[in-house]
């Protein structure tokens, strides 16, 4: 309301303003809103000052039956004035009809937005507010752009019009034209715009020149709305240190709610297209797994420790071999399967005396359908009882890393890692170099090696950061029917293609009508090409259905699109029938069902979900969310733990429940 009763009240104020011709050109006044020198020099006109400015003290104290039977009187011969205030003070007390009744009469005379500029689009704004139809606010940026000397006041209208039709840039662009600094204002419209940086300036400037505490308190919920939006974690601790000092009487976060949801649109097209062409850590690990070696078992496994009794003449030996050849026949028609069923598949050949290859597929099954909680698990049993096998020994310290893991006997790893026994030498200090530490060394050989499609994948990693990929790497000559491949390749922009070349072809080519290949294979291939989808606009028009197919990993995004769709309940059905069946604790399953709950309102129901992730999956998006929850209960100090790493979480969002109104009215 606190716009609304500036509008009015200053629309009320405005015929105490002298009846000069020359104040029609000062624009530091409020707007004249008649032609005083057409009324003629009488008694009549004194008459008329008194009862409407009569009229405006009656609107002051909120006496509105009163003050609509003065302006009633100043109607005959200000009409327009007269009209507005009328229709105002009907809105006011809820009698829609009788305030349209008013505003309509001045809407209706066109000429009046010549004559009474002002009171002609202030009427055009109280019709927006009550019918929410844009062609109002259409109609006042369509007149006063007419104007290149516009006042303060019809400037602000323009900007509150613009921001209710959410042109947050040209908002700002008219305030940044006005007098009046209007901190707060422009600093919530750095904030619909996600410039965090603007945004912080204004707000300290908000800050600096109000001494009204409620103020100040709004403006330190901002600011830390500000400053978990920006990720700035070591400024959020510092702000809440703040709210602190003034916990006792803050109220802000009762009347202004901080909330997590579901955000579908989270990210602009432009960082979509950032997140295929450039990977963030979170897809280089996906794509590490994606195309990282199964390991089948063979005579060096077998042989690894002859302590244990591996010596081909026994008996226990042959039993070994026989077991090793019936194990990879078996092990060659599971890797045919869906990734989750894969899963399931691998955990039947766990027992107590496994070989650590088992372990590490296992490990490695895992981390392709992205359950990295169980990946560690396995990929350390693997070390253990193999520590000469580097591949194992750096998967270890990948998951553990991701899992934020405690590793006890971590500097026996690393030297373990360097030295000059074992196996897989260099794929081992490769991974390590790329993933855990961009200054180590790669003394080994890739040898034969170089011919594996694992090879080049790290290749492309390399040349991936460095800028400096084309059409011609091995991965995209020798691979391309691989899906992952086929669509990063896609997205490589061939030589003199200019954006707009690029995109129309990235429309023309990526397959909208899907099939298996995108669907229902391991999640990196789905999410990347869903993300490619929303980077070119076209992820609505895309058909993300398979008729009569059950498998898992399809059913996962068949949830998954329910839920965009606009079918939390549908979503949640076949998400809670998954976790039945398959048992699954990856993340990103685990988020979806916190997606959909949030989505179907059950938000005590996701809080809790949040909880059994930061609990299964040390998971630090997870404790972020429960820091946002700790400081909307005000429980500041709580909070502060919980904030170690910067958000990423693509699906849960978080906002202020009513930032847009109080935008719109400010």
Not at 313 to 323: G, I, P
Not at 350 to 359: A, P, R, T, V
Not at 441 to 469: G, H, Q, R
Not at 618 to 625: E, G
């Amino acid at each position: 309301m606190k716009k609304i009763l500036f509008i009015s009240i200053f629309t009320v104020f405005l015929p105490i303003i002298s009846f000069s011709q020359e104040e029609k050109n000062l624009n530091s006044e409020p707007e004249i809103l008649f032609k005083y020198n057409k009324l003629k020099e009488n008694q009549e006109k004194f008459e008329l000052q008194v009862e409407f400015n009569k009229a405006i003290l009656l609107l002051e104290k909120e006496e509105y039956e009163e003050a609509i039977e003065s302006f009633k009187k100043t109607s005959k011969l200000l009409k327009i004035p007269s009209f507005l205030n009328i229709g105002i003070a009907y809105y006011k007390l809820n009698q829609i009809d009788n305030a349209l009744l008013y505003l309509n009469n001045i809407y209706d005379y066109k000429e009046a937005s010549f004559s009474n500029t002002y009171s002609y689009i202030s009427a055009s704004y109280y019709l927006y507010l009550i019918k929410k139809d844009r062609k109002y606010l259409e109609t006042i940026i369509d007149i006063t752009k007419k104007f290149s000397n516009l006042t303060e006041h019809s400037k602000r209208l323009v900007a509150d019009s613009l921001i209710l039709l959410k042109d947050y840039e040209k908002a700002l662009k008219v305030l940044d034209t006005m007098q009046f600094p209007m901190y707060l204002k422009k600093a919530m419209l750095y904030l619909k715009l996600n410039d965090f940086k603007s945004a912080e300036r204004y707000l300290e400037s908000a800050k600096k020149n109000t001494l009204n505490q409620t103020k100040i308190d709004l403006i330190l919920w901002l600011m830390i709305y500000r400053d978990l939006k920006a990720n700035e974690i070591a400024k959020l601790l510092e702000r809440l240190k703040e709210v602190e000092k003034v916990k006792s009487s803050f109220k802000i976060n009762q009347e202004h709610p901080l909330k997590i949801f579901f955000n579908k649109n989270k990210y602009t097209t432009k960082e979509y297209l950032s997140f295929i062409t450039n990977f963030s850590e979170e897809r280089k690990i996906d794509f590490l797994f994606y195309f990282a070696p199964f390991v089948f078992s063979d005579k060096q496994e077998v042989l690894y420790d002859i302590s244990k009794g591996f010596v081909f003449k026994d008996k226990q030996s042959v039993e070994s071999l026989e077991e090793m050849v019936k194990y990879n026949a078996k092990f060659i028609d599971i890797i045919k399967e869906d990734p989750i069923i894969r899963v399931n598949k691998m955990k039947s050949f766990i027992k107590e005396d496994s070989n650590s290859y088992i372990y590490y597929n296992l490990a490695l099954c895992y981390a392709q359908i992205s359950d990295f909680h169980n990946a560690y698990k396995y990929f350390s049993k693997a070390y253990k009882l193999n520590p000469g096998n580097k591949l194992y020994s750096v998967m270890t310290l990948i998951t553990a890393e991701i899992t934020n893991k405690r590793i006890n006997d971590k500097e026996y790893i690393l030297q373990n890692i360097q030295s000059k026994n074992g196996m897989y030498k260099y794929f081992g200090q490769r991974i390590y170099s790329l993933f855990l530490s961009k200054k180590a060394s790669v003394v080994f050989d890739p040898l034969n090696y170089k011919n594996t499609i694992f090879f080049k994948a790290l290749d492309y990693l390399d040349k991936l950061e460095e800028n400096n990929l084309s059409l011609d790497h091995p991965l995209f000559t020798e691979h391309y029917k691989d899906p992952l491949i086929y669509l990063m390749k896609a997205t490589l922009k061939r030589e003199g293609e200019n954006d707009y070349n690029y995109f129309a072809r990235l429309q023309d080519t990526i397959p909208l009508k899907i099939n298996g290949n995108f669907l229902k294979g391991p999640i990196v291939v789905t999410k990347y090409y869903i993300d490619l989808l929303k980077a070119i606009g076209l992820f609505h028009k895309a058909d993300l259905t398979l008729k009569d197919d059950n498998s898992p990993s399809y059913l996962r995004i068949k949830a998954f699109n329910e839920l965009y769709n606009n079918n939390p309940k549908e979503s949640l059905k076949i998400l809670q029938t998954l976790q039945k069946e398959y048992k699954l604790e990856d993340k990103f399953t685990m988020y979806l069902i916190v997606s959909a709950q949030l989505e179907d309102g059950k938000y005590n129901e996701a809080l809790l979900q949040i909880a059994l992730i930061k609990a299964i999956l040390k998971d630090k998006d997870a404790d972020f969310l429960s820091g946002i929850q700790l400081i909307q209960e005000l429980k500041l100090n709580s909070s502060s733990q919980y904030f170690t790493k910067p958000y990423s979480n693509s699906l849960i969002d978080f906002k202020i429940i009513d930032l847009d109104e109080l935008l719109e009215t400010l």
